[in-house]
C-alpha cells in the first residue's frame, strides 16, 4: 500500500476519518518497526485531540488484535471474561473467575499489574508463593481446560502493537482518549480468543473515570467497539467512591478473596458485584437464560464451596500451595507492623477519598512510583471503613499494615486525610449505577 505515515498523521490531525487500510497500514508499521516512535506519539496526540468515529475505533482494535497472535479454543463451554478499569480493594477476579467456572464457563483471564493509584491482579497472584502468573502457552491451555480457569499475566505474543503504543501514550499525556483505551482494552481481549466480555467500568473518587459522564462514554465506546467487531460484551458502571473490599493491597487481598469464597467474610459490596458480573457472563455465554438465572447460578457456586474449590485447584495448577484455600494465614507474608487508626472524631463516614487510599498503598509498599519497582506484598489496609459506617473508640477507619512505624504513620495520616466525619448518617446510593448492552449500539 503506497501509504505515508506522515500523511495519515497529517489526516487525522486535521479532523478526517481515517480509512480502514490507513489504521492497519499505521498499526503494522508500529509493530514491524517501520513507524518510529515520534510518529506513533504524533498520531496519538492527533486521535487525542480529533477522536475517533466508531467504523475507526474498529478498525484501530481490530488492527491492534491482529499485530500478534490471536488465541483460539476447543473447549466444552463459553470463553469468558470480564476487564475492570480499576479500583482500590477491586480484588473481584479472584472470585469471579473460579465461580464462573464452577458454573461451567470457561475464563482464561489475562491481566495487568497496578496502574496509578489502583491495584494490579498480577500483583496479588505474585503474593501467592510459587504461583507463576506469566506460564508458557500449554500451561495456560492446560490450566484454563482442566479447571475452568487461569488467570495469568499479558504475554508478549498478544497483541504488541497495544504494548508499545500504550508506552508511548504514557509519556506523552494521551492516555486519557476514550478511542484509544477502547482500542487497548479490547485488542487483548479479542486476542484471547473470548467468545464474551463484561465490563466493569468504575466511577468515582478512586476511578480513572470520576464523573458519571465520563464512564457512560467509556463504557458505550467498549460495548459497541467489542459488538461490532464480534465480541458479545455488556458493561456495568460501578461505584469507586469507597473502596470496594475492606481490604487494599496484595497479599491482605488475597486474603480477602479466600476469605470471601469460604464464607467467612461476606461484605454486601463486594457481593453484589461479583454477583452481578458472574450473571452478565453467564448470561453472555448463553449457560443461563437470563440474568437471574446468572444471579441464581452464581450464588450456588460461592455458597456450595465450589468456587472456592476450583479457587484452590488453580492456584495448585499454577505452582502454588496444595493447600493454599485451607491454609492461605500461614503462606501468605504479613507485615511486621499492624496498627488501628482512629478517626479524630466519633461519628459516620460522609465520604472517603478513595483516591488518597490507593496512594496509602503505594505509599507502604504495595504499589509502584516507577515501573521498575519492587512490591511488598505484606502491606496494605484492612478492616476499612466506608459510607455510612459508624467510627470511634470501638470502630477504627482502618488496620494499617507496615514495613516499619515511619510508613505506618504516614499512611496513618493520609488515611485521616481521607476520611470525612460527620454526625449523621449519609444515605447510600446502590453499587451498581447503569447496565449497558448491545443496544446502545
Not at 467489542?226 to 486474603?255: F, H, Q, Y
Not at 450464588?299 to 464451596?305: K, N, Q
Not at 516499619?404 to 476520611?419: F, K, N, P, S, V
Not at 454526625?423 to 447503569?434: F, N, S, V
Request: aromatic share 4%; charged share 20%.
Amino acid at each position: 500500500m503506497g501509504f505515508l505515515p506522515q500523511e495519515i498523521i497529517r489526516k487525522k490531525r486535521d479532523g478526517a476519518a481515517l480509512t480502514e487500510e490507513e489504521i492497519f497500514f499505521l498499526i503494522e508499521g508500529l509493530t514491524r518497526g517501520r513507524v518510529t516512535e515520534g510518529q506513533a506519539a504524533a498520531f496519538a496526540m492527533a486521535v487525542f485531540f480529533r477522536g475517533m468515529g466508531l467504523d475507526e475505533r474498529v478498525a484501530l482494535t481490530e488492527a491492534m488484535m491482529r499485530s500478534g497472535e490471536v488465541l483460539q479454543w476447543d473447549l466444552p463451554g463459553p470463553v469468558l471474561d470480564k476487564h475492570s478499569t480499576g479500583g482500590v480493594g477491586d480484588t473481584v477476579s479472584l472470585a469471579l473467575a473460579p465461580a464462573v467456572a464452577a458454573c461451567g464457563g470457561y475464563v482464561p483471564m489475562i491481566s495487568g499489574r497496578g496502574l496509578g493509584h489502583t491495584g494490579g491482579t498480577l500483583d496479588k497472584l505474585d503474593a501467592i508463593p510459587g504461583y507463576v502468573s506469566q506460564p508458557d502457552a500449554g500451561t495456560f491451555r492446560a490450566v484454563t481446560r482442566n479447571v475452568g480457569c487461569a488467570i495469568i499475566g499479558q504475554t508478549g505474543d498478544l497483541a504488541p502493537a497495544d504494548k508499545r503504543l500504550y508506552a508511548i501514550r504514557d509519556v506523552t499525556a494521551t492516555v486519557e482518549s476514550i478511542p484509544l483505551i477502547t482500542a487497548s482494552i479490547l485488542s487483548k481481549k479479542l486476542a484471547a480468543g473470548l467468545e464474551g466480555l463484561v465490563m466493569d467500568v468504575k466511577v468515582g473518587s478512586g476511578a480513572f473515570m470520576a464523573s458519571l459522564e465520563e464512564a457512560q462514554s467509556l463504557a458505550k465506546s467498549l460495548v459497541t467497539v467489542a459488538n461490532r467487531a464480534g465480541l458479545p460484551t455488556s458493561a456495568l458502571l460501578t461505584d469507586m467512591d469507597a473502596p470496594l473490599a475492606s481490604a487494599a493491597g496484595n497479599a491482605v487481598e488475597v486474603a480477602y478473596a479466600v476469605d470471601y469464597l469460604t464464607g467467612r467474610r461476606r461484605e454486601p459490596r463486594f457481593h453484589e458485584v461479583t454477583m452481578r458480573l458472574g450473571a452478565e457472563m453467564l448470561f453472555l455465554g448463553r449457560i443461563v437464560a437470563s440474568i437471574g438465572d446468572g444471579r441464581v447460578r452464581m450464588e450456588e457456586a460461592i455458597a456450595s464451596g465450589r468456587a472456592a474449590e476450583r479457587f484452590g485447584m488453580m492456584v495448585a495448577a499454577l505452582g502454588g500451595p496444595t493447600d493454599f484455600v485451607e491454609a492461605s494465614e500461614r503462606h501468605l507474608a504479613r507485615a511486621p507492623v499492624v496498627r488501628a487508626v482512629h478517626a479524630h472524631r466519633t461519628g459516620f463516614v460522609t465520604s472517603v477519598d478513595t483516591r488518597a487510599v490507593g496512594i496509602a498503598v503505594i505509599a507502604l509498599g504495595g504499589g509502584r512510583t516507577r515501573a521498575e519497582d519492587a512490591i511488598d506484598h505484606a502491606v496494605g489496609l484492612t478492616d476499612l471503613a466506608g459510607p455510612g459506617d459508624e467510627v470511634g473508640p470501638g470502630r477504627p477507619l482502618a488496620i494499617v499494615h507496615a514495613r516499619g512505624e515511619g510508613a505506618a504513620d504516614a499512611a496513618e495520616a493520609t488515611l485521616r486525610r481521607a476520611y470525612v466525619i460527620g454526625q449523621d448518617k449519609p444515605a447510600g446510593r446502590g453499587i451498581i449505577l447503569e447496565r449497558m448492552a448491545e443496544r446502545v449500539a
